[in-house]
């Protein structure tokens, strides 16, 4: 008897900027959506980008697509907070994480998911033209270590993606116990914030997943970066926390 195929859940991390929201849900619709059957959808509007009925927009644009979805509406935004959130309330075999500033370029294989995440692979981080490989298969955060001479010297450590990307739910949903609200939560994994989350997570991989081809490398491009320059917001990460702030006149 084969083994049943294993379930997916969606969590979406949304700010209220509806027009993006729209263009993320269409993109990955025919690229991810329509090929698989989700048991679970999660989203979490954060007061964020825009009015309260941006927000009422967002929610509509969501139930429209997934009826079933669950969706929560914070009074405070926090990024690490939605993630927490979003990521204990999943309970299927994969989770797809995914935010409301990215589009789809070409087609994700629900099965080949399934066939990635194998042994110590709990997490595929989906391609992007930004992204830094460092011509190594699995993500990596370089780390200066002073040795006991007195020298200093770069060791690569494992690290985790919280843009698009899919994980194992039980490895997905411990790291979420483990994590705090007040760090980036991309950040914690890694960054020696959250000795509880590094201990957990190091052990783990978090491999790079490209497109079809070398002509399409890239699986997803993002749409957030021209939004900010579009709103003139800068993005800095102070004190382990990503923090979001207007930039200074152009000179």
């Not at 509806?18 to 959808?41: K, Q």
């Not at 890239?218 to 926390?241: C, H, S």
């Amino acid at each position: 008897m084969s083994a049943a195929p294993p379930t997916f859940d969606l969590t979406l991390v949304c700010g209220r900027r509806p027009e993006l929201l729209e263009a993320t849900l269409a993109s990955f619709a025919g690229a991810f959506f329509d090929r698989v059957s989700l048991t679970g959808v999660y989203a979490n509007i954060d007061p964020f980008g825009g009015t309260d009925e941006d927000g009422d927009a967002c929610a509509a644009l969501i139930r429209a697509r997934f009826p079933g979805a669950v969706i929560f509406r914070p009074d405070v935004a926090g990024f690490a907070a939605a993630v927490i959130r979003l990521w204990q309330a999943t309970s299927a075999d994969i989770v797809f994480h995914l935010e409301d500033d990215w589009l789809a370029l070409a087609p994700i294989d629900p099965a080949r998911i399934a066939a990635e995440l194998q042994g110590e692979v709990q997490a595929l981080t989906l391609m992007t033209a930004t992204k830094n490989t460092r011509n190594q298969p699995f993500q990596t955060a370089r780390r200066r270590v002073r040795q006991a001479d007195g020298t200093e010297v770069d060791l690569f450590v494992n690290a985790f993606s919280t843009s698009p990307g899919f994980f194992r739910g039980p490895f997905q949903r411990q790291a979420a116990a483990l994590m705090r609200p007040g760090f980036d939560p991309e950040k914690q994994f890694f960054r020696q914030l959250n000795p509880e989350l590094e201990a957990f997570a190091l052990p783990w991989k978090c491999k790079f997943l490209f497109g079809p081809d070398r002509a399409q490398p890239f699986l997803i491009e993002d749409t957030g970066r021209a939004w900010r320059e579009r709103q003139r917001l800068g993005k800095w990460l102070v004190k382990g926390q990503s923090i979001w702030g207007p930039l200074g006149d152009p000179q």
